[in-house]
């Protein structure tokens, strides 16, 4: 068509954009409410896994090391909140009599509740983009756990906002989980850094710069 332009300008967002009404850091008491409501003690030490169970987001990789964890980790709590499709993380949790601290939840959508009364938020995928999940524990104030790679490297400020491990590595992912359970101001310092860092992907900022996108492409026509 005569006079129409080939745009092949790439534009670069901070992803989606996440509610922060939503996700939201909570007070002691607010997340005490949250477990009771839910069924958790305020003395269990809670990590959820926000992902649909498959290889490459590689739940198992926690799942094998809960048998050396709990030793540290008496109030240990794994839930895993996702859609089920890999058998093994479940017939591993049943074969080591684990289902008292491995909990499958499956599709939810009060995501925001759990996420919102953790202590970490963990991801061992083997790949990622700029994972949701990921932004939405940060927006909540606590710290991530997180697998070394491109998609966690672009959010997770190593021993800053939280702890990026080897993927081939068990005792780097242990050893940040220990640690984080022993040090309760340092999920504090590191959720709270979490909080601030996760206001540049809010959905209102998301909205803003696709806006402008929109507007930039069509004033060029």
């Known amino acids: 068509m005569s006079g129409q332009k080939n745009h092949s300008d790439i534009f670069k967002i901070d992803g989606v954009g996440v509610n922060l009404e939503r996700f939201h850091p909570c007070t002691t008491k607010e997340k005490n409410e949250l477990r009771c409501e839910l069924g958790y003690s305020e ?9 649909e169970l498959n290889k490459n987001k590689n739940q198992i990789m926690l799942i094998k090391a809960v048998p050396e964890l709990k030793t ?14 890999l058998p093994v993380v479940r017939e591993f ?3 080591e009599e684990l289902s008292g601290i491995v909990q499958f939840l499956g599709y939810r959508r009060d995501v925001e509740k759990f996420t919102m009364m953790s ?3 963990f991801s061992a995928s083997l790949r990622e983009g700029l994972p949701v999940n990921i932004i939405e524990a940060m927006a909540s104030g606590i710290p991530v756990v997180c697998s070394d790679n491109r998609g ?11 702890f990026l491990f080897n993927p081939k590595s068990e005792r780097e992912m242990t050893d940040a989980i220990v640690l984080l359970y022993k040090n309760p101001a340092l999920r504090a310092e590191m959720g709270g850094r979490n909080s601030e860092e996760a206001k540049k992907y809010s959905v209102e900022i998301a909205v803003e710069k696709m ?11």
């Open 152 to 162: 966690h490297r672009s959010l997770v400020k190593d021993k800053e906002t939280g």
């Open 211 to 221: 806006a402008g996108i929109y507007k930039e492409c069509i004033s060029e026509k």
């Open 43 to 51: 003395n269990d030490f809670i990590i959820t896994v926000v992902a």
């Open 93 to 95: 949790v049943e074969k």
């Open 119 to 121: 202590d970490v938020a």
């Open 72 to 85: 540290e980790i008496p109030e240990l709590k794994i839930l895993l909140i996702g859609k089920e499709t």
